[in-house]
């Protein structure tokens, strides 16, 4: 039998983990009685764990929410994930307002990480160059409000401002935020146009206030990481073009996702590619790269940007060497020079 106190971190361990204890279950698991586990659950609750307790047959053990924050035990993966997320907010992110409260927490952390832990995040700290700048900053606060109206399903009055400047006072009902390439964006149903309607945090102009309950509604898509990308993508898309590929719908699939263009098969040998792009010329070079041939159907002026584009990088490979090949007939594969070489 372990001994007290190793038994009461096995314990609490063992509550972290899993939701719901029998009390048969931990007993079983600490090789001691149910009555031994009564007792040590009333040690754990006298040291600030709130372990809930529900009485019966089908009763058990949970461990829930307190006044305030007791000591946690992590694992040596959690131990090393939390870490390197604090190092990371620490050394700026999106988020504001995080910074100081991210280097406490981290000194306190490593205070107590063993050797071999402290080394792992050193590494990766130390062999990890961050990249600033991902994208505009919010506030944590802002984020915190969100999330919370979320959670209890309340409206949202702020003010918010488009890309074109226009400004606007909106009342929503918040369904979920996404974090997509380095911005924030709220999904919510727009109670004055009665349509769902993707904001960026960054964009809101005024300080949210919280309105009444809402009823719960479906998402407007399971995936909403696709939905997002699909109303980001629409806004950014100037430019429309519908180009027949050359190459059947499956093989180009994960070339094409849902979210930079919609595919749709013509026959065994050919698909329908119908993008958009804000910029004429990106538009025929990312067609160009998915790497097979096509045939542009529309609009006009996107054939003439590929006609405009063809005979630019026509003209740009005009100068440049051919690289060597391999001899076939040499019998080592020496590189033999291009044609006309000396």
């Known amino acids: ?73 992590l694992d040596d993966d959690e131990a090393v994930a939390v870490a390197v997320g604090l190092r990371t907010a620490a050394g700026g992110s999106s988020v504001t307002g995080i910074e100081e409260s991210s280097l406490r927490a981290l000194a ?39 999330a919370g109206a979320c959670r209890d399903r309340v409206q949202l009055r702020f003010g918010y401002g488009t890309h074109d400047g226009t400004r606007s006072r909106r009342l929503v009902e ?61 806004t950014r898309s100037r430019y429309q073009a519908r180009v027949r590929l050359h190459a059947p719908k499956a093989q180009l699939e994960q070339q094409v996702p849902p979210y930079f263009g919609t595919l749709t098969e013509i026959d065994a040998e050919c698909c329908l590619l119908e993008v958009g792009a804000g910029w004429m010329g990106g538009l025929a070079v990312y067609v160009a790269s998915i790497g097979v041939d096509f045939t542009v159907l529309g609009p006009p002026e996107f054939a003439e940007e590929v006609r405009t584009l063809g005979a630019r990088f026509a003209r740009a490979a005009e100068g440049a060497e051919s690289p060597a090949v391999a001899d076939p007939a040499s019998p080592d594969g020496a590189e033999s020079a291009p044609p006309g070489g000396g």
């Open 1 to 73: 039998m372990l001994e007290t106190s190793a038994r009461l971190l096995r314990l609490l361990s063992l509550l972290q983990m899993h939701r719901d204890w029998t009390g048969t279950q931990l007993a079983d698991e600490l090789a001691i009685t149910p009555r031994t586990v009564r007792r040590d659950v009333d040690k754990l609750r006298s040291l600030g764990y709130p372990v809930n307790a529900a009485p019966g047959v089908a009763g058990g053990y949970r461990l829930g929410a307190g006044s305030e924050l007791p000591p946690l035990l």
């Open 108 to 146: 306190k952390l490593e205070q107590v990480l063993p050797p071999a832990l402290r080394r792992r995040v050193g590494a990766v700290h130390a062999y990890t160059v961050p990249v600033p700048g991902m994208g505009p900053e919010v506030d944590s606060e802002a984020l915190s409000t969100i």
């Open 174 to 234: 918040p369904h979920r935020m996404v974090h997509l390439h380095g911005r924030w964006y709220l999904v919510a149903w727009d109670t004055t146009r009665e349509d769902w309607r993707t904001f960026r945090v960054d964009r809101i102009t005024s300080k949210l206030a919280l309105g009444r309950r809402c009823t719960r509604r479906d998402p407007p898509d399971p995936d909403l990481a696709a939905y997002v990308l699909r109303q980001v993508s629409a």
